[in-house]
């Protein structure tokens, strides 16, 4: 069987209006967020990786120094996350051939680990759902993988339809693997505070 090619998809281009500055330059164990997130993409089975980026996309740029990055940037970032998404997908199917799945994941879980996406793809192989979901606070939530037979309608996400929606409306599809520390993501200086006092 050949190797299936499974891209990995980092959102990172929201304004983290709540934070006041971006978060996903905010630093965690001497690593900023979004290293963190790029290095565990990096140390996963995940080829390609894409990064999106929108707010404040320059200074944002400078963190990423690996030349196996693709960086996309979302010039409708302000308009949510789905957009983000919809860019990152659209150049995925732009870029690159026979990609069989995607795993979304955002910048803001510090505890987001390889072995996590890893678990993603392991049981996108062994379990024959397409859609394979992280499970926290009783929630189906990213980082999710999504087979290519819904990359058509990841692209054209609407901004009131997420990958949640998506998660939810085709619920036969999907299998969940717990990931109980994903509750955790950094959208305010509390959140902040909180997991450095950790």
């Avoid at 990786?49 to 030349?67: D, K, P, T």
Wanted: glycine share 6%; net charge negative; charged share 20%.
């Amino acid at each position: 069987m050949t190797e299936s090619k499974i891209a990995i998809i980092i959102l990172a281009a929201g304004a983290s209006t709540r934070m006041g500055t971006p978060k996903q330059l905010l630093l965690y164990q001497g690593c900023s967020l979004l290293k963190n997130t790029i290095e565990n993409a990096i140390a996963s089975l995940c080829k390609p990786i894409i990064v999106v980026l929108g707010a404040n996309a320059e200074n944002i740029r400078s963190e990423i120094s690996e030349s196996a990055i693709k960086i996309v940037e979302n010039p409708d970032w302000n308009l949510g996350m789905s957009s983000s998404i919809r860019s990152g997908i659209t150049s995925l199917i732009t870029d690159f051939q026979n990609i069989d799945a995607a795993v979304i994941t955002v910048c803001d879980q510090p505890f987001l680990s390889s072995e996590i996406i890893n678990h993603l793809v392991a049981a996108y192989h062994t379990m024959g759902k397409s859609i394979i979901a992280c499970e926290y606070a009783e929630t189906l939530g990213v980082p999710v993988l999504f087979s290519h037979i819904f990359f058509p309608k990841l692209a054209v996400l609407s901004e009131d339809v997420g990958a949640k929606k998506l998660i939810k409306n085709h619920n036969d599809e999907v299998f969940s693997i717990p990931f109980p520390l994903g509750a955790i993501d950094i959208d305010t200086p509390q959140d902040y505070q909180k997991l450095q006092e950790n």
